[in-house]
């Protein structure tokens, strides 16, 4: 969290030692029976709050002013209109996130006189005669000229430092900006402040050593996702838009628990240089691991995504971006199997009945008001996501996970694989006795990959990966998308994910089979956390995609204001449509 002089403050919801070994317990029960549903869950929620409490707030800050509501692109055309300075609206951001960010910690380093530097700039630069005849500043060209924008804390911006939430890798300063900034920048958009993240990247839980934990805006004891965590928070409360990155959900899970939109691009459209944790075995890692747009309004999903992509890519974004949805063929699957109580399925949870009834909801918007077809499937293979998952992302030839545990400010430019790999076992006795820098869920993460995976299971297992992915590439084209839940509940108290770790295989499985996904935010649960679905397409059919996403907004109201949440009738967006069948 940042105070009013921009300095980082931790918010710290770590439990005492003696409360921690209580949870851990009561988690290797839970595992072992396999029971997380229903009352179960409900105790745990509870017993969770009472371990590390934390009061929700009755209210909100309001936003101050109607620009700070506005999409970025809306914004950007205001700005070479002269109805508004870049200057004044980067101010009035500052002012936002200083009043806003000590409740949620979203943002954990700020840009705040580079960024009003830049936009004095822009403002002089818009004085000149031939700025609106000239062509480089066209809106084409810069369609988010003065428009302030966050980032997440791995991805590198020039003179600012990416820690990954490792301690070893404070004080570490970037010499030079990520591709996907420098597009961006180029673009027009001023970076105004980094965002927190998991440590490493590695969590769906942002938190770490660094920077502490970040809230939700619509249940501060509620968890934002992870590892893009602390961008979507920021996005849903003070940005109107960010960059993420996502190699098993990183910018789905945090935008779906945030109630934003998030885009994880096609494999090989955006550049992944410039990060760290990075893709350390080029053509693998990087056909899983994606730089994407978290935004709040989908009119800003497509022209990010163009800014951030390769000049050559092959998304054609010269069409229309309007289509006729009654022509989209839709398929609609509402779990992976879980109710078969077979295989891997069991280690995840079953989808929670509000997120069903969204989506139901969807499919009945779709027939009724669009004549669209919506064919309702099940892929059984989906079943074992997650270790389909697992076996490709550690087939990869990249280092050992406990080599980036290695890293700090003095090897920053020694190759990861040349790095020394950490003893995972040693930390977890430092851990017990308070001095390890590293998160629980780290060390047991580099701990589990000590333990080798047979070659019989790990051939098993690509070959299961494989099948799958032909099923979904003979199951989508250019006219077909797919709807899947974004998770299997919506955002969880503090802690919870280590009851219920493996939940991230509804967004990890589709990194794998290399298509583009949207995640599509679908108004609030009886709670007031978001709802939301995923938008899956065919390969480089992202702009497909994305037109899914802005009629579902138009249908079903897209973000909803966190500061107004207690005005909104939960289903305000929804009650129009046909009800859903509650059958399951």
């Known amino acids: 969290m940042n105070g009013l002089d921009g ?28 029971l997380l549903r229903g009352s179960i869950y409900l105790t745990l929620q509870w017993l969770v709050g009472w371990l590390a409490p934390q009061k929700p707030l009755r209210s909100f800050p309001p936003f101050a002013t109607s620009y700070l509501k506005m999409p970025g692109k809306t914004l950007a055309e205001l700005i070479r209109k002269r109805e508004i300075t870049s200057t004044k609206l980067v101010e009035m951001h500052i002012d936002r996130i200083v009043e806003v960010n000590p409740l949620v910690n979203a943002i954990v380093q700020t840009a705040f006189a580079k960024a009003l530097d830049e936009a004095a700039r822009i403002d002089e630069l818009m004085k000149e005669e031939t700025f609106d005849t000239d062509p480089k500043y066209s809106a084409e060209n810069m369609p988010y000229l003065g428009v302030p924008i966050t980032c997440k804390e791995i991805i590198f911006v020039k003179g600012l430092t990416a820690t990954a939430g490792l301690k070893s890798r404070i004080g570490h300063v970037c010499k030079e900006d990520a591709e996907v900034v420098k597009a961006m920048t180029a673009a ?72 934003v939109f998030g885009h994880k691009p096609s494999p090989f459209v955006v550049s992944n240089t410039g990060q760290f944790p990075g893709a350390c075995s080029p053509g693998l890692v990087d056909h899983y691991l994606g730089l994407g747009p978290i935004c709040r309004y989908a ?37 992976d199997g879980w109710s078969q109580m077979d295989g891997w399925s069991i280690m995840t949870s079953p989808v929670d009945r509000e997120l069903k009834l969204a989506q139901r909801r969807v499919v009945n918007y779709l027939e009724s008001s669009c004549g669209a077809k919506v064919e309702k499937r099940e ?76 070659k019989t299971s790990l051939n098993q297992l690509l070959g299961m990966g494989t099948q799958l992915k032909e099923q979904i590439h003979s199951l989508l084209d250019e006219n077909t998308v797919l709807l899947y839940p974004s998770h299997p509940m919506t955002a969880p108290r503090h802690h919870m994910p280590c009851f219920t770790g493996f939940n991230f295989a509804y967004t990890a499985i589709w990194n794998i089979i290399g298509v583009p996904v949207t995640q599509v935010p679908l108004g609030l649960d009886k709670n007031g956390l978001p709802l939301g679905v995923q938008v899956i397409g065919a390969l480089n059919q992202d702009r497909l995609t994305i037109a899914v996403a802005r009629e579902l907004e138009a249908a079903f109201g897209g973000w909803v204001d966190p500061t107004e949440k207690y005005k909104v009738y939960k289903y305000e967006a929804l009650r129009n449509y046909p009800p859903a069948s509650p059958d399951r």
């Open 7 to 34: 300095t980082p403050k931790n918010i710290n919801l770590h439990m005492t030692w003696f409360r921690r070994i209580v949870v851990w317990s009561i988690t290797y029960v839970i595992i072992i029976n396999k």
């Open 188 to 259: 027009g958009a001023i970076i105004i402040g980094l965002t927190n993240t998991s440590e490493l990247a590695m969590w769906w839980e942002s938190h770490n050593p660094v920077y502490g934990y970040t809230c939700n805006p619509y249940d501060l004891r509620c968890i934002v996702g992870g590892s893009s965590g602390g961008e979507a928070a920021a996005v849903a409360a003070m940005s109107v838009m960010g960059i993420g990155s996502d190699i098993g959900g990183s910018i789905r899970m945090p935008a779906f628990f945030n109630g």
């Open 299 to 335: 009119i800003d999903l497509e022209p990010m995504l163009k800014c951030m992509t390769y000049k050559d890519c092959p998304i054609d974004f010269a069409k229309p971006l309007d289509i006729d949805i009654s022509k989209v063929r839709f398929i609609s699957i509402e779990d």
């Open 379 to 454: 892929i059984p293979l989906l079943r074992y996501s997650l270790p389909i998952w697992m076996a490709y992302i550690n087939n990869n030839g990249s280092p050992k996970f406990s080599q980036f545990c290695s890293a700090t400010r003095d090897n920053v430019d020694t190759p990861v694989h040349d790095l020394p790999v950490k003893n995972m076992y040693w930390e977890l006795v430092k851990k017990f006795f308070g001095k390890s820098d590293h998160s629980t869920y780290v060390i047991i993460t580099g701990m589990l990959e000590r333990i080798p995976m047979s």
